[in-house]
C-alpha cells in the first residue's frame, strides 16, 4: 500500500476529490514518513537502545499475556493483584465497567494481532485455534454494544487481516480458513438488534443470547446512548460487510453516523455527549474530545481514510474546525456547552483526549498535537501516569489509572510524524514507570491512586490490545515487524485492518446516506496531506520549539482558561466589586452583584451560595465583571481550600515477602511531621498498649523506635500521638474501629488536632481505614516483623529486596500470596465508577463519642470554604491558578432556587426563552459530573 499512494510522506499531495482509492491511501501516509526528516535536536537514539527497548516491551508483554493465559483463560480479564481470572458475575459488580465483559476470553482476542505485531506468529496460531475451539458469543449475557464492536469484533477481524495476511506467505496458519471472519459475522448478526430503533442509533447494550426485545434479554430499556458508543462502529462494521460482502453490517453503521450528523448542534457544529436514541435529543449538551465523543471524531476521519468517501472528511473537517474554535484552547482540550460554545463546561480534562494529539497527526495538524502531548507529559511526569481527570491547574480530579494505551498512540504517531527522537524518550518514560510502578508478580495492575501508587486488582484487555502494540511500534524500525505496518488502519481499539478493504465490495457508497453535505463552506478544508517543508520550514528544532514554552506548563503557569479572565479583566473597566471585599450584608454589594448577573442563594443549613448567569446581567460588560467576580471567589475559597486540604499519604509496605508492593492510601493529619516536606519515615509497626493510645502507653519497649499501630476513637487524634511520642515511637498510624471501612468507600480526611498548640508533635501520623489497616495487622499475624515506609507518595521498590526476590520462583509465590492478602481486603471492592470524584479531605478532629464527632464534621473547613461569603477578608488571590469546578457545582445545585423572573438592562428576553435556556443549563451542568468513562 505504502507505493500506491504515488509517493511517501507529507510532501505528497492529493488532488482535491481525488478517485477515493487514491485518497484513502494517500491519507494513511500522512502519518508514516516524516522520520527522515528530522536531523537535529534531541540526540537521537541508537539502533541498539532502540532494540533493548523494544526486547523489553517484548518481556513486559510476555508479562502480561503470560500470567493472563496462566492464571485467568478463558476468564474475560486478569485480576493481578489475586492473579486470577474476572468471570462475571463471581466479583463483584463494577457497574458499566463490567459491560465489557461477555464470558468470551475478551483478552485473548483484543490480543490476537497484537501477537503477530510483536512477531510471535507461534504464538498467535496458539491463540487463534484457542479462539475457535474455546470462544462461545452465545452467553446470556448483557454486554456494551461499543466494547463488544472494538474490542471483540475489532479483535476478531484483526486477527482474521493478519491470518489471511500470515496465511499468504505461506509458512504460518496454512489452515486457516477464514473462522474468525465467521466468528465476526456470527457476532456481527448478534449486535444488529441493537439498531432497532427509529433512530438508527444503537441501544447501549444487548444481551448476546437473547438480543434486545424478549424478556429475558434483561436489557432493551436504556433511552440514552453516548455519542462514541453510537459514532465507533463503521470500521469495524464496513469492514465486516467488505470481507463478507453481506452489506448491512456497513449499511447500519452508516445509518448510525448519519443520524448523529444530523443531530450535530447547528450553529457550533459540536456535538453532546449523549444522545435519546429514540429522539434524537440531546441529553449531555457538554461536547469535548475525551470520554463519550473521542472516537466519534476519530472514527470520521479514519472511515474516510479507510473508505475514501469524501462525506466523512466533510463531517470530520466540519466538526474539526469546531473543536479547534471552541474546545481547543492549546495546550489545553476542555469540554463547553454545544449550545454556547464560547462558555466551559468544566475545567478538568479527562485521560481519554490523550488521543487527540494522534488523531491530529493523522489530519496533519501537527502544532497543537505537539503542544498537547507536550503538557499531557508534564502532568505525566509529575505524577508517573495520567489520571483519569486533572484539572486546569493539574491537580489530580480522578486519581485513577487504568493503565490507558492513550498517550502512548499519541507519542507514537507523533514521532512518526516528526521522526523526533524526544517522543523515543518519551516511549522509554513510559515503559520506566509501567515497570517500576505497575507491575506486580501476576501482571500489570491499573493504578488506584496516581498521587500514592496504590494498585486497583485489574488488567483491562486494552493494556494488551493498544500499549503494547504503540509502545513496540514506537521502537521498531520496519525490518522488525513481519508486515507493513503502513497496509493497515489501527481501529480505536488499535487492531489492524488492511487499507485494500476501500476497493473491495463497495456496493455502499455515498449515495445510500442521507446527509446534505452542499450546505458546507468547505472552502478551507485540507484537501491534501500536509507537505512537510511547510510543517517543518528548514527548522528541524521546530517540534523542540513548539514544545519549549510548555515545559514548565504543569509546575508554573496559568492555563488560558482562567488567563482569558484575567485577559478581560485587565483590558476592562475598573471592576465594580473585588471578591474580597465582598459583605453579603452590604445593600449596596447585593445592587452589583444583581447588576452582574450574580444571584445570592441562602441555603436552608444556612450557608450561603452565588451563582451567575450571564444573561440576567445588565449589559455584557456587567456579565464579564460577573464573570470575573465569580472568578476571585473561587480563587478565594480554592485558595482556603488548598492551604486546608493535604493531599492523602501511603503506607507502603517494605518488608519481606511484600517488597514495597502493597500500598496503602492513608489519611494525613494537620499535625505532626509533615511527609511532603520531609523524608519519608521508615520502621517496624507494633500494636501500642492499651490500643486506643488513650492514655501512657505500657508497652514502651514495644514500641519505642518503631511506628505505633493504635486504634481510632474514645480520645484525640493529637492524644494518641503525644502518647505514642512520648513512649520513643518514630511515627503512628492509627486504624479505623468502624469494621469494613475501606478508603475504596469512604471519604478519606486529614486528622485535624485538638484545638490547642500541636507543635509538640514531631513524629508524622496517618489513619488508615479498617479495611487497609487489616492488611497491615494480618501480615503482623503471619510475618511477625513488618516494615513499612510512611509517605507523601510510594517509592519505588527496594533495590537491595529485588535482589533478595530474584528469580526464585517460590519467592514469587509469596510475593503473590502476599499481594493476595493486601487485595483481599484492600482492592476487592471496587470504586464505583460513577463516582470516581477525588475524594475531598475533610478534617476530623478525633473525638469521645460520635455524636461529638457528628458535631465537629459539620464545622470541617470544607464547609466553611462552600461559603466563600463568609471569608471576605482572608486571602490574597495573587498569581493563583484556580479551579471553575465549585462554581459549576454551585450553579448546578442552586439554579433552581434563583429567580428566572428577574431581568436588568437593555436585553430583556422572553420568559419562555430564559426558562428553555436555564433548563438546557441546569440538565447540562447537572450532567456535567457524572461522567461515564
Ligand atoms: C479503548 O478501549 C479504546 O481506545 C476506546 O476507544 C477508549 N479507550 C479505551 C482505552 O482507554
Not at 462494521?237 to 463478507?244: E, G, P
Not at 471578591?579 to 436552608?604: Q, Y
Not at 471519604?747 to 508533635?761: C, H, N, R, W, Y
Amino acid at each position: 500500500m505504502s507505493e500506491a499512494g504515488g509517493g511517501r510522506g507529507f510532501g505528497s499531495s492529493v488532488p482535491q476529490r481525488a478517485p477515493w482509492s487514491l485518497v484513502a491511501a494517500t491519507a494513511a501516509l500522512c502519518l508514516v514518513s516524516a522520520t527522515s526528516v528530522w536531523t537535529a535536536g534531541a540526540s537521537p537514539m541508537s539502533r541498539e537502545e532502540k532494540q533493548k527497548l523494544g526486547n523489553q516491551v517484548l518481556e513486559m508483554f510476555d508479562h502480561a499475556y503470560g500470567n493472563y493465559m496462566e492464571h485467568a483463560y478463558p476468564a474475560d480479564e486478569l485480576m493481578p493483584l489475586t492473579c486470577r481470572g474476572r468471570v462475571r458475575g463471581q466479583e463483584p459488580s463494577r457497574g458499566d465497567v463490567d459491560d465489557a465483559l461477555g464470558k468470551f476470553s475478551l483478552t485473548l482476542i483484543d490480543s490476537l494481532d497484537t501477537l503477530v505485531v510483536l512477531n510471535k506468529t507461534k504464538e498467535f496460531e496458539d491463540a487463534v485455534r484457542k479462539v475457535l475451539r474455546d470462544v462461545n458469543l452465545d452467553n446470556d449475557v448483557v454486554v456494551s454494544v461499543f466494547e463488544t464492536n472494538i474490542r471483540v469484533l475489532g479483535g476478531l477481524l484483526g486477527g482474521h487481516s493478519l491470518a489471511i495476511m500470515l496465511k499468504e506467505k505461506g509458512e504460518y496458519m496454512q489452515w486457516y480458513n477464514d473462522e474468525l471472519l465467521q466468528m465476526a459475522k456470527q457476532l456481527g448478526y448478534k449486535l444488529l438488534p441493537a439498531f432497532n430503533t427509529t433512530s438508527g442509533l444503537p441501544y447501549p447494550r444487548i444481551n448476546l443470547k437473547f438480543g434486545i426485545r424478549k424478556p429475558e434479554a434483561r436489557t432493551g430499556t436504556e433511552t440514552d446512548t453516548c455519542t462514541a458508543c453510537a459514532g465507533t462502529l463503521i470500521l469495524e462494521f464496513a469492514a465486516l460487510s467488505r470481507f463478507t460482502g453481506a452489506t448491512i453490517f456497513e449499511e447500519y453503521a452508516r445509518k448510525a453516523l448519519d443520524f448523529l450528523w444530523e443531530k450535530r448542534q447547528r450553529s457550533s457544529n459540536l456535538v453532546g455527549v449523549t444522545i435519546n436514541i429514540h429522539t434524537g435529543d440531546w441529553v449531555r449538551k457538554d461536547s469535548g474530545v475525551g470520554a463519550g465523543i473521542d472516537s466519534y471524531y476519530e472514527y470520521l476521519l479514519k472511515a474516510y481514510v479507510l473508505l475514501g468517501d469524501d462525506s466523512f472528511l466533510e463531517r470530520f473537517n466540519t466538526h474539526y474546525d469546531a473543536i479547534m474554535r471552541y474546545i481547543s484552547q492549546p495546550p489545553l482540550l476542555l469540554d463547553v456547552h454545544i449550545h454556547k460554545p464560547m462558555l466551559n463546561a468544566r475545567t478538568w480534562m479527562d485521560a481519554l483526549l490523550a488521543f487527540f494529539p494522534g488523531l491530529q497527526v493523522l489530519k496533519g495538524d501537527i502544532r497543537p498535537a505537539i503542544e498537547t502531548h507536550e503538557m499531557l507529559y508534564q502532568v505525566i511526569k509529575k505524577h508517573n501516569f495520567l489520571p483519569e481527570a486533572f484539572t486546569t491547574d493539574f491537580r489530580v480530579h480522578w486519581a485513577q489509572h487504568p493503565l490507558r494505551p492513550e498517550f502512548a498512540e499519541s507519542t507514537y504517531f507523533l514521532y512518526k510524524a516528526t521522526g523526533d527522537p524526544y517522543y523515543l524518550e518519551v516511549g522509554k518514560t513510559l515503559i520506566e514507570n509501567l515497570n517500576k510502578y505497575a507491575r506486580v508478580p501476576c501482571g500489570f495492575a491499573a493504578m488506584k491512586d496516581v498521587r500514592t501508587g496504590s494498585h486497583e486488582d485489574r488488567m483491562d484487555s486494552f493494556f494488551l490490545a493498544e500499549m503494547f502494540k504503540y509502545l513496540y511500534l514506537l521502537f521498531a524500525d520496519k525490518e522488525d515487524v513481519i508486515f507493513d505496518i503502513e497496509d493497515y488502519i489501527f481501529t480505536t481499539e488499535a487492531h489492524l485492518l488492511p487499507l485494500w478493504l476501500s476497493t473491495t465490495n463497495q456496493r455502499l457508497s455515498k449515495k445510500n446516506t442521507t446527509s446534505e453535505y452542499t450546505e458546507l463552506d468547505d472552502s478551507n478544508f485540507d484537501w491534501t496531506c500536509p507537505n512537510t517543508q511547510i510543517l517543518f520550514p528548514n527548522d528541524p528544532l521546530y517540534a523542540q520549539s513548539i514544545r519549549e514554552p510548555l515545559k514548565n506548563v504543569v509546575d508554573k503557569s496559568c492555563p488560558r482558561g482562567i488567563i482569558r479572565v484575567e485577559e478581560s479583566f485587565r483590558s476592562g473597566a475598573k471592576p465594580p466589586l473585588r471578591a474580597r471585599d465582598f459583605m453579603a450584608t452590604n445593600p449596596e454589594h447585593l445592587e452589583i452583584l444583581k447588576k452582574m448577573g450574580v444571584s445570592l442563594i441562602h441555603l436552608k443549613d444556612g450557608r450561603v451560595q452565588l451563582v451567575q448567569h450571564a444573561i440576567q446581567a445588565a449589559s455584557s460588560i456587567d456579565a464579564e465583571d460577573g464573570l470575573r467576580f465569580m472568578q476571585e471567589m473561587i480563587e478565594l475559597s480554592s485558595q482556603q481550600q488548598k492551604e486546608q486540604q493535604l493531599p492523602p499519604r501511603a503506607v507502603q509496605i517494605v518488608s519481606h515477602p511484600f517488597f514495597g508492593r502493597v500500598v496503602l492510601t492513608a489519611g494525613p493529619a494537620q499535625f505532626g511531621l509533615d511527609l511532603s516536606k520531609h523524608k519519608e519515615t521508615r520502621g517496624f509497626v507494633a500494636s501500642s498498649k492499651p490500643y486506643n493510645g488513650c492514655s501512657e502507653l505500657t508497652n514502651p519497649e514495644a514500641v519505642m523506635g518503631k511506628i505505633a499501630l493504635i486504634q481510632r476513637g474514645q480520645c484525640m487524634f493529637a492524644e494518641k500521638a503525644r502518647n505514642i511520642q512520648n513512649a520513643g515511637a518514630i511515627g503512628g498510624i492509627v486504624i479505623d474501629d468502624n469494621e469494613g471501612s475501606s478508603s475504596d468507600t469512604a471519604p478519606l480526611f486529614q486528622m485535624a488536632g485538638d484545638g490547642k498548640d500541636t507543635d509538640d508533635i514531631t513524629i508524622p501520623m496517618l489513619f488508615l481505614f479498617s479495611k487497609e489497616g487489616s492488611i497491615i495487622l494480618d501480615a503482623i499475624r503471619e510475618y511477625e516483623e513488618v516494615e513499612v515506609l510512611l509517605s507523601d507518595k510510594a517509592k519505588d521498590r527496594d533495590p537491595e529486596m529485588e535482589n533478595e526476590e530474584q528469580p526464585s520462583s517460590e519467592n514469587d509465590s509469596q510475593n503473590q500470596s502476599a499481594e493476595q492478602i493486601a487485595s483481599s481486603s484492600q482492592e476487592v471492592d471496587l470504586v464505583d465508577q460513577e463516582s470516581p470524584e477525588e475524594s475531598p479531605l475533610n478534617s476530623h478532629p478525633e473525638s469521645l463519642s460520635p455524636a461529638d464527632t457528628d458535631n465537629a464534621a459539620s464545622i470541617s473547613p470544607s464547609e466553611q470554604n462552600s461559603n466563600p461569603t463568609e471569608n471576605h477578608e482572608t486571602t490574597s488571590l495573587d498569581g493563583e491558578c484556580t479551579d471553575l469546578d465549585n462554581q459549576l457545582q454551585e450553579q448546578s445545585e442552586t439554579e433552581e432556587d434563583s429567580n428566572p423572573n428577574v431581568s436588568w438592562g437593555k436585553k430583556v428576553q422572553p420568559i419562555d426563552s430564559i426558562l428553555a435556556d436555564w433548563n438546557e443549563d441546569i440538565e447540562a451542568f447537572e450532567m456535567m459530573e457524572k461522567d461515564e468513562l
